[in-house]
């Protein structure tokens, strides 16, 4: 059985050949670790091996987590649905918020920032996916929505975040990241802010999200294996 540093050399060297192969920077593109499911153990193996950031998509199971682990300095990213009574818990306890997706939800996570803690860093979640699915705002939404969100006090914009319907097929995968690296561009170019943040590639399409620009790429299944969501 392979071991969770097993898996980290290989993600990592998945994603050095797709910088080599983009011409990037092979220190363009970070590794998130999503850890959902997950037991604080195999974060605690993570962290051995080298890795500081972790994503988490339901509140509860991650803030149980960040108790168990804060020996250890990780960088808390979420990255599920966010539903309003939620937003001060993520304020308090996350450096990262990947999947916001209306301004009401950015609204209340810069006035419930704590003033101790550095901005929070924020990308929204965009859906090129059409009726595929159902987070993210709209390409016609998103202008409107950046500006608002960028002049947030409490707030960093950093980009956009992604989730393009799975496929298989290289060419689709391209295109849908193609879309999400087209978006940033315009909505940097109208907004005139230094947006850095491209959240996008999982495991099974990091090459083609790095080929098309991601900065993050959000790794759960090739770092720990499959998720088992019978277990309570
Ligand atoms: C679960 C999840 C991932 C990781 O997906 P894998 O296919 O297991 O790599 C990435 N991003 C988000 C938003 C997720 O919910």
Redesign the pocket.
Known sequence: MSTIADNIALVSSRIRAATLAAHRDEHSVQLLA?S?TKPAEALREAYAAGLRDF?E?YLQEALGKQLELADLPLIWHF??PIQSNKTRAIAEHFAWVHSVDRLKIAQRLSEQRPADLPALNICIQVNVSGEASKSGCTPADLPALAKAISELPRITLRGLMA?PEPTEDRAAQDAAFAAVRDLIKSTQASLNLPLDTLSMG???DLESAIAMGATWV?????LFGARDYSQP
């Open positions: 999503v959902k994503g998509n990255i599920g989730i999982m495991s099974h959000r790794i759960g299944t090739a």
